[in-house]
């Protein structure tokens, strides 16, 4: 079992169109994926045209809003076949204070308490939240392999440095903890300023670095259709930059 964090605190880089576009990409090729939405504005069961009872908040507390107790199973949807989905949503609100109110060993509660059998999953994928807190820091005492999407459209390279400062404070909490992968997102090759970012993102992190995602009109299309790109332009960039991602992906980032 693999599980990776989408995370980067800077908002709207591409990390839940790379979230889901990666879930399907993978599921396509016939492995087995828990997508765990790890944001309030509950975007992965909205871009891929899910309605889930319950998610992230009743599987790690056990409880819903009104204290009665709920299965893990029953916290589970299915997204597409072989996708479970742990929704996010403003539940996570309330998850957030929940956590904040153990007195101790707050960082590690969702490691303990989602903890997939081995063999049950192959891939875990958390859609992160932009920003940080106390949810991000539980997220990354659960995995140790971050893939951190950087938008080649504006000054980035400060919010990627940024975000290497939070990574290196979780590691007090996770010593194993890495950004394995960097994914330039919205890659527009008419604008010099894409190079630009490209080159500096190159030399400050070398092979790290994969191929970039364009910036392609069928992806931001795809999740007002509330589909994946596989199932709503099979043929377009969009879809062969996701597919490219994938079999890295399975390759280990090989
Ligand atoms: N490769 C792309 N080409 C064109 N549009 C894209 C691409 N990737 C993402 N988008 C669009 O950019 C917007 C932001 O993408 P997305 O929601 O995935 O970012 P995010 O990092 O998850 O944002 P947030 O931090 O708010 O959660 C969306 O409208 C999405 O459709
Ligand atoms: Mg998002």
Known sequence: MQKL???????GVGKTTTAINLAHGLALNGKTVLLVDCDTQGHCAKFMGVTAKHGLYEFITGHDR?????????????ARHNIFLLSGGMMLVELTN???SHSE????????????KEGMVDFVIFDCAPGWDILSVNILSTVN???????LEAANIEGVKDYVK???SAKQVNPDLNIKYIL???FDTRTRQSHEILTQLKKRFGQIVLDPINKNVKVSESVGHKKT?????NTSKGAQDYQNLVKRILSNGK
């Not at 392999?145 to 938008?151: E, T």
């Not at 790109?229 to 332009?233: N, P």
Request: with cysteine; hydrophobic share 35%.
């Open 5 to 11: 964090a989408i995370g980067m605190a800077k908002g």
């Open 66 to 78: 009104h204290g009665d107790p709920v299965q893990k199973m029953e916290c589970l949807s299915s």
């Open 98 to 100: 929940w956590l904040h």
């Open 105 to 116: 060993g707050k960082e590690r509660i969702l490691n303990q308490r989602l903890n997939p």
């Open 145 to 151: 392999d971050i893939l951190c999407p950087v938008g």
């Open 166 to 168: 939070y990574v290196d």
């Open 184 to 186: 330039p997102t919205m």
């Open 229 to 233: 790109i596989f199932e709503y332009s």
